[in-house]
């Protein structure tokens, strides 16, 4: 025998399932007023300093069709590349926001400040990049994915260049679109699949 | 606060598998390729915290939230309370739990439910909380009843509250779902069934807890929730080539 290892295993995920807005959009759900406002509808406040950017998209199921229950959490880091609660991060920069897939069009809408560039633990520097969180039923366990930008230098990104298959290193990349928006579909599964992480 | 060391790497088979026909909803949204494996950057250990200022005094009471304490809701008074752990025991404070259900009869307040048990005019099915400095959590609530949904021909979901958690990184992010002790709707269950260690699906499972009833007042059930851990860092920051 040996002795036991003390670590616990991580609870296992769930689904989200169809009601998921209840509990984190409980304005979408039609519950509005029971806080006095949903959780993260923005991650910027007015004061936020860089470039602001709208980045629309869908997330597409393995036929084709754009959810319309999917609910989407973003993270990111400052102007500066500086994540909040670091020391020197943007005040005006809280980094988290959670929106939907339109209850119509399936279509997402994230307006953000575009963050600046972050460093790995060994120096290497990330490209600017927004982490994805995505759940909804049928999705049993969420899917982290990242939104990079067409319109930013992205062949040094250490994470990028881990993905074997170069035509899949487009599927993290943004659209720029002019004005300040883009595009960023998500397809879960099939052609043109999106690269998820497990990070 | 950031925290400098990486995430230990999650263990995919303490989760269920992403495709599963037996929850049809699946068979079209995950993916078919595997996912991109890569240790933790600061994009993984960092996340969002929120603070106590957000917290209503009746966000964790269930039974009198949607009222704001005018009336109770309808149902089996319970308490569903635990602590959130990582994978190294250690409690993780202050985070947020949110979680939702459906009533004592299985309906949701949702507008995309149809399901023609009533509503409760005294239930809408939302709360949050931070654990404390213990990791320590707890909700007030109604036990939400079993309900039907179209998969097979005949398919009803155990009774569930669902959970999400935060940690203290965006790579601990976690929803989930708590079930009951006894509910003979688990093993019938085909999204319980996506979770393939039998282990694993009993730590969904929350025990009758007596010692935190409160007598001629409400039930308890336990139900801890463990987050993925901080890996150790006695050999990082190699130069590059070593």
């Keep these: 025998m040996v002795q036991k290892l003390t670590t616990l295993m991580e609870t296992p995920s769930q689904t989200a399932g169809p009601y998921v807005h209840i509990g984190c959009v409980p304005t979408f759900a039609g519950l509005g007023g029971i806080y006095p406002e949903d959780l993260a509808l923005s991650p910027i406040t007015d004061a936020a300093k860089g470039e602001i950017v709208t980045i629309k998209g869908s997330v597409y199921d393995g036929t084709g069709w754009a959810l319309r229950d999917a609910l989407l959490e973003s993270w990111q880091a400052d102007a500066r590349g500086i994540y909040p609660g670091q020391p020197g991060a943007d005040p005006g920069v809280t980094g988290f926001c959670r929106f939907t897939a339109d209850k119509d069009s399936g279509e997402y809408t994230l307006r953000?400040?575009?963050?600046?560039?972050?460093k790995t633990r060994d120096g290497k520097v990330m490209a600017p990049h927004?982490?994805?969180?995505?759940?909804?039923?049928?999705?049993?366990?969420?899917?982290?994915?990242?939104?990079?930008?067409?319109?930013?230098?992205?062949d040094a990104d250490p994470i990028l260049a881990r993905i074997e298959?170069?035509?899949r290193v487009d599927t993290l990349i943004a659209k720029p679109e002019g004005d300040g928006t883009y595009r960023f579909d998500i397809r879960l599964q099939g052609e043109g699949e999106t690269v998820f992480l497990d990070m | 606060m950031y925290e400098a060391s990486p995430l230990i790497p999650r263990n995919r088979a303490a989760h269920p598998v992403p495709y599963d026909p037996g929850y049809k909803t699946s068979v079209t949204r995950s993916p078919n390729l595997p996912l991109l494996s890569l240790?933790?950057?600061p994009s993984e250990e960092t996340g969002p915290r929120f603070g106590h200022n957000m917290i209503g005094a009746l966000d964790n009471?269930?039974?009198?939230?949607?009222?704001?304490g005018e009336a109770p809701a309808v149902g089996e008074r319970i308490l569903v309370h635990g602590r959130v752990l990582d994978e190294n025991g250690?409690?993780?404070?202050?985070?947020?739990?949110?979680?939702?259900?459906?009533n004592a009869g299985g309906r949701y307040r949702h507008?995309?439910?149809?399901?023609f048990a009533p509503l409760d005019p005294n239930f809408g099915g939302c709360g949050r909380t931070l654990s404390d400095d213990e990791g320590y959590y707890q909700f007030l609530t109604i036990k939400p009843g079993a309900y039907p949904w179209p998969n097979r021909g005949n398919e009803w979901r155990p009774a569930h509250i669902h959970i999400s958690v935060f940690g203290h990184a965006f790579g601990q992010r976690l929803i989930s779902?708590?079930?009951?002790?006894?509910?003979?709707?688990?093993?019938?269950?085909?999204?319980?069934?996506?979770?393939?260690?039998?282990?694993?699906?009993d730590q969904l499972v929350a025990p009758l807890d007596m010692a935190m009833a409160k007598p001629m007042d409400f039930l308890a059930y336990k139900f801890d929730i463990v987050l993925r851990g901080r890996r150790q860092t006695f050999f990082e920051n190699r130069p590059e080539g070593m």
């Design chain 1, 112 to 118: 953000t400040v575009k963050p600046g560039t972050v």
């Design chain 2, 61 to 68: 009471n269930l039974i009198l939230n949607w009222t704001k």
């Design chain 1, 130 to 154: 927004i982490s994805l969180w995505i759940v909804a039923r049928g999705i049993n366990i969420g899917l982290s994915t990242r939104i990079y930008f067409g319109d930013e230098d992205n």
């Design chain 2, 39 to 41: 240790d933790s950057t």
């Design chain 2, 177 to 201: 779902q708590i079930y009951f002790e006894g509910d003979p709707l688990i093993d019938r269950c085909p999204i319980a069934a996506t979770v393939k260690d039998r282990g694993q699906l």
């Design chain 2, 90 to 102: 250690r409690a993780v404070p202050n985070t947020l739990i949110e979680a939702w259900q459906a």
């Design chain 1, 165 to 167: 298959q170069r035509p």
């Design chain 2, 111 to 115: 507008v995309k439910d149809s399901y």
